[in-house]
C-alpha cells in the first residue's frame, strides 16, 4: 500500500505491531484467508441483488486486508 495504514494511528493497531513475529504471521493468514472468503460473500451478495450486504462484506475484506498488512510489516 502506498499509503500510511489508517488502522496504525489507533492503540489497538500499535498493539499488533508488538506481537511476536510468530503470533502476528498466525494471525496474518487468518486475515488474508478471512479477506478472501468476505470478498465471496460479497460477490455473492452482489450477484443476489442484496447490496447492504455486498457493501458490509467489502468492508470486512478491506479491514482485513489492512490488518494483514500491517501485521505483515512488523514493529518498525
Known amino acids: 500500500m502506498g499509503?500510511?495504514?489508517p488502522?496504525?494511528?489507533?492503540?489497538a493497531g500499535k498493539a499488533l505491531l508488538a506481537l511476536p513475529e510468530e503470533d502476528r504471521a498466525r494471525i496474518e493468514a487468518v486475515m488474508r484467508e478471512?479477506?478472501?472468503?468476505?470478498?465471496?460473500?460479497?460477490e455473492t451478495?452482489?450477484?443476489?441483488?442484496?447490496?447492504?450486504?455486498?457493501?458490509?462484506w467489502r468492508a470486512v475484506a478491506t479491514y482485513a486486508r489492512h490488518i494483514a498488512h500491517a501485521l505483515?510489516?512488523?514493529?518498525q
Open 3 to 5: 499509503y500510511l495504514n
Open 72 to 75: 505483515s510489516k512488523g514493529a
Open 34 to 42: 478471512l479477506r478472501d472468503q468476505a470478498n465471496r460473500e460479497a
Open 7 to 11: 488502522l496504525l494511528r489507533l492503540p
Open 45 to 56: 451478495a452482489w450477484k443476489r441483488r442484496k447490496g447492504p450486504m455486498a457493501a458490509y
